[in-house]
């Protein structure tokens, strides 16, 4: 079973400043089943990053994912107020079909 | 534009049965995958069930298999989850999700919340 750590666990930074997000697997994953979401407290989470690099509709260009293989990051470059919230990655795995999240990393405001 | 709005969420004792819905609208029902994923209070996401984009295939998570069934009503729109022997540890927001490309989550429901306590 393949198992996601993200770190760190919270990240605490100001706005304008860059967020470095890490999402490691346990073993090699294929990038086009590595997705990133975002959930803001008392909402459902939203699709930000798919491919493990491909913005979701909507998604502001500040946001951008990259990585291969076993370690995948997402990036914000420039922190807005409205940024500071959860941020969960996730893969697909297909023998059998599991679908697996990270522990997720909370990014709030310093 | 799509929605996606579950119901059915409640209190029930350890050991019954509760069955949620999820009433589904703006895209082709009846051959898009589904998804259940469910949040423990304060905790992270869990993937729980799946429904195959054609109806043929269901998959569970280990956590929940053997006492949670995923089924849907195409004529009707509405993705269903029948959780039977609930334990304490199945307390969590539920939320329905459709499936895209096979691997991820979008849209997502609000949710609905359900507690299992005596």
């Known amino acids: 079973e393949i198992v996601l750590t993200q770190s760190p666990g919270t990240l605490s930074l100001s706005p304008g400043e860059r967020a470095t997000l890490s999402c490691r697997a346990s073993q090699t994953i294929s990038s086009n089943y590595l997705v990133w979401y975002q959930q803001k407290p008392g909402h459902a989470p939203r699709l930000l990053i798919y491919?493990?690099?491909s913005r979701a509709t909507g998604i502001p260009d500040r946001f951008s994912g990259s990585g291969s293989g076993t370690d995948f990051t997402l990036t914000i470059s420039r922190l807005e107020p409205e940024d500071f919230a959860v941020y969960y990655c996730q893969q697909y795995g297909s023998s059998p079909p599991k679908w697996t999240f990270g522990q997720g990393t909370t990014v709030e405001i310093k | 534009q799509v929605q996606l709005v579950e119901s059915g969420g409640g209190v029930v004792q350890p050991g019954r049965s509760l069955r949620l819905s999820c009433a589904a609208s703006g895209f082709t029902f009846y051959n898009t995958g589904m998804h259940w994923v469910r949040q423990a209070p304060g905790k992270g996401l869990e993937w729980v069930a799946v429904m195959w984009y054609d109806g043929s295939q269901q998959y569970y998570a280990d956590s929940v298999k053997g006492r949670f069934t995923i089924s849907r009503d195409t004529s009707k729109n509405t993705l269903d989850l029948q959780m039977n022997s609930l334990r304490a540890e199945d307390t969590a927001l539920y939320y329905c999700?459709?499936?895209?490309?096979?691997?991820?989550?979008?849209?997502w429901g609000q949710g609905t919340l359900v507690i299992v306590s005596s």
């Open positions: 491919g493990a690099s």
């Open positions: 999700a459709r499936d895209r490309n096979g691997g991820l989550f979008d849209p």
